[in-house]
């Protein structure tokens, strides 16, 4: 089935898709901050609490959603964190208290931990090989053209409905994957039910954990990942509010920057996928390299953005 060229192809567009609706529904409410201001009586430093509701659950629930990718269908893990997100995210319209919302992002980033862990899983297995690298970034789309969606959506739906809007697909992405021939596991585990697998992995993790961080690429990849993530998600939930603020841009015009930076971004996953996959056919540690040149090259160009007036130039 892996061999399945076509096969493959409608899993990896699917999957993109899926990236693509995880990271809108991420970032939905970045361009609503009057809105929300104005239902619930927020001020930043609330606007920025909901992004940490979201991180919180959504890192923690990421391992045992990987732990549960090795485990059972591949296909129902990630369609079950989906649906939870979609549903989570659309009761979020409901009530007008800030409690209430905060509670359905937490619930929107416990769901959405599923997608990039399992996805990757099974992706690794279909494109095993020499073109794994591009292959994989194809999917990582989704994460920039999703943050461009969830930009743009949030700012023509608005607060509440663009939370409902961007449950629908999420929902029909699930059911479309369960429908697909994704790959069973090359040598699964012994099926158990759902809570002896927690009881494992409450056990099992410390043990595993240990030996995993004793790969020294795994530790320089955790720290670097968790920096751009730590940084990225800063930029993306402020900067809107930053360039109205301190640039004195529009928030139409503010949003349509951002679309652009994320423009960017989609070009630098493609590129950096082809290259890296170019630089690892020479030199084992290619693709690591190009993760390096890529964060390293972004440091003068994020100073030069930030004290630059509004702009071409900027």
Not at 112 to 130: C, D, F, K, M, R
Not at 203 to 226: D, K, N, Y
Not at 250 to 256: D, F, I, L, P, R
Request: aromatic share 10%.
């Amino acid at each position: 089935m892996s061999g399945a060229p076509r096969s493959a192809t409608r899993i990896l567009v699917v999957l993109a898709l899926i990236n693509l609706v995880s990271y809108a529904a991420r970032n939905a409410l970045i361009a609503v901050y009057p809105q929300l201001e104005a239902r619930y009586g927020i001020d930043y430093a609330q606007f920025g609490l909901l992004q940490t509701v979201f991180m919180i659950p959504h890192a923690v629930a990421t391992l045992p959603f990987g732990w549960a990718g090795d485990a059972y269908d591949r296909r129902r893990v990630i369609a079950v964190g989906l649906v939870l997100a979609s549903i989570a995210g659309a009761l979020g319209a409901v009530g007008s208290e800030f409690v209430g919302l905060a509670a359905s992002r937490a619930l929107v980033g416990l769901g959405t931990a599923a997608v990039v862990p399992v996805a990757n899983s099974i992706l690794a297995q279909l494109y095993e090989g020499p073109t794994k690298a591009a292959r994989l970034s194809v999917f990582n789309l989704g994460l920039f053209l999703g943050g461009a969606v969830g930009f743009e959506a949030g700012a023509l739906a608005g607060f509440p409905l663009v939370v409902i809007v961007l449950a629908v697909p999420g929902i029909a992405l699930g059911l479309v994957l369960l429908q697909l021939p994704v790959p069973a596991h090359a040598a699964p585990p012994p099926a158990v039910p759902w809570w002896t697998y927690l009881g494992q992995f409450t056990r099992r993790f410390a043990g595993e954990a240990r030996e995993l961080v004793r790969i020294r690429t795994l530790r320089w990849l955790m720290v670097s990942t968790t920096a751009m993530a730590f940084t990225a998600g800063g930029y993306n939930w402020f900067m809107i509010e930053f360039l109205r603020v301190e640039k004195g841009m529009s928030e139409k015009a503010a949003t349509n920057l951002l679309v652009l930076a994320m423009v960017g971004g989609l070009a630098g996953i493609l590129a950096g996928g082809r290259f890296a996959d170019r630089l690892r056919a020479r030199w084992v540690n290619g693709r690591a390299w190009m993760i390096v040149i890529g964060m390293a090259s972004s440091i003068p160009c994020t100073a030069l953005a930030i004290t630059l007036p509004a702009g071409p130039a900027a």
